[in-house]
């Protein structure tokens, strides 16, 4: 004759599990690349040399991409408009 089974089993308890959210899963970053005029390069390897040379660790062309970024993202859109239109037409 078969056993009963009683109590909680494992697969009971896997079926009873509460997702709690504890680690939110991020996207995955994918790579962005874009072409700049020589001019911008030799802009964005000055701002490069200066951050680097005023920190005391180094900081990598993409964090300091983040803070290019981040500034903009605080400037009047009207600002960021015209500084735009000045250097692409210029």
Same mark, same amino acid.
């Given at each position: $004759?078969?056993?009963?089974? %009683?109590?909680?089993? @494992?697969?009971s308890? @896997?079926?009873? @599990?509460?997702?709690? =959210?504890? #680690?939110?899963? %991020?996207?995955?970053?994918?790579?962005?690349?874009?072409? /700049?005029?020589?001019?911008?390069?030799?802009?964005?390897? #000055? $701002?490069?040399? =200066? #951050?680097?040379? /005023?920190?005391?660790?180094?900081?990598? $062309?993409?964090? /300091? $991409?983040?803070?290019?970024?981040?500034?903009?993202? =605080? #400037?009047?859109?009207?600002?960021?408009?015209?500084?735009? @239109?000045?250097?692409?037409f210029?």
């Amino acid at each position: $004759m078969a056993k009963e089974l %009683t109590g909680t089993t @494992k697969l009971s308890q @896997k079926a009873e @599990k509460v997702d709690l =959210n504890l #680690v939110k899963k %991020t996207k995955k970053i994918l790579p962005t690349s874009f072409r /700049l005029r020589p001019s911008d390069q030799e802009k964005l390897k #000055v $701002m490069f040399k =200066n #951050v680097n040379d /005023l920190s005391e660790q180094n900081i990598s $062309m993409t964090k /300091l $991409m983040y803070g290019i970024i981040d500034i903009a993202s =605080n #400037v009047a859109p009207d600002r960021l408009l015209k500084a735009v @239109k000045e250097s692409y037409f210029s």
